[in-house]
């Protein structure tokens, strides 16, 4: 069953308001860090003590890898995106389909006996 027009345009009319909704979070975090002295103070504890999370982080990593187990971690994420490509290209065809056959509409609309309206 396909979607009608407003559908497709309520769907996707979030991505303006969504960016802009991240861009002031992203902008007011960025404003507190580099702005005030209390994101002076986080900043330079984040800088001291990321190293030692990082560091941590990293051993654990050398621990899998000897275990064998990052293949595993690094292969899954690959099988799910080439099945969201798939499911990509199947919205995609069937989007061109649509815009085939509006356009089809719209040449109609604008044409008299197969000939352009003067």
């Known amino acids: 069953m396909g ?3 407003e559908q497709e ?3 996707h009319g979030g991505g303006f308001s969504s960016g802009l909704f991240w861009g ?3 902008g007011a975090l ?3 860090m580099f702005a005030t002295k209390k994101g002076g103070r986080l ?6 003590h990321g190293h030692g ?3 941590e982080l990293e051993e654990i990593y050398e621990e899998l890898e000897e ?4 293949n595993r971690l690094i292969q899954s994420p690959k099988k799910d995106r ?3 490509k798939e499911s990509t290209k199947e919205k995609d065809v069937s989007h061109i389909e649509s815009l085939q056959a509006h356009g089809r509409n719209v040449v109609r609309y604008f044409t008299r006996s197969g000939r352009p309206m003067r």
């Open 3 to 5: 979607k009608t027009e």
């Open 53 to 55: 999370v990082l560091s």
């Open 24 to 26: 002031a979070i992203l």
């Open 67 to 70: 275990k064998g187990e990052t």
């Open 30 to 32: 960025g404003m507190f």
């Open 9 to 11: 345009r309520h769907q």
């Open 82 to 84: 080439s099945e969201r």
């Open 43 to 48: 900043r330079t504890y984040l800088q001291e």
